[in-house]
Nanobody, 129 residues
Framework: QVQLVESGGGLVQPGDSLKLSCATAGFTLDYYTIGWFRQAPGKDRDLVGCISASDGTTYYGSSFKGRSSISNDDSKSTISLQLRVLKSEDPAVYYC??????????????????????WGQGTQVTVSS
């Protein structure tokens, strides 16, 4: 059974950094691209970025380039998202999801949410002074 479990969310102050984790189980991680998305109340789900678990190729949404880093901890089957310089527009539920394949390693992009079939339950990030 495919499982994705996010953790690491919480309350931070503007300008802080935060590391979110996505623990995976039930599938061979190296065969897939894993994405991080976020959704604020009343808004669409936005792509933060994604990573090919096989070769480490990453892609970031335009709003997150330079402020986000996604990495793969092979030994723990965990995909991490490092968020830096958190802003007032960053509060949202952050989700990880598994793509239908390893689209990044194949030279494609990971921007279409409909290509992500299994999702975690999300972790809430709140930014407040």
């Amino acid at each position: 059974q495919v499982q994705l479990v996010e953790s690491g969310g919480g309350l931070v102050q503007p300008g802080d950094s935060l590391k979110l984790s996505c623990a995976t189980a039930g599938f061979t991680l190296d065969y897939y691209t894993i994405g991080w998305f976020r959704q604020a109340p009343g808004k669409d789900r936005d792509l933060v970025g994604c990573i090919s678990a096989s070769d480490g190729t990453t892609y970031y949404g335009s709003s997150f380039k330079g402020r986000s880093s996604i990495s793969n901890d092979d030994s723990k089957s965990t995909i991490s998202l490092q968020l830096r310089v958190l802003k007032s527009e960053d509060p949202a539920v952050y989700y990880c999801a598994i793509n239908s394949g390893d689209v990044l390693a194949a030279g494609g992009l990971c921007v279409r949410t409909e290509n992500f079939g299994s999702w975690g339950q999300g972790t809430q990030v709140t930014v407040s002074s």
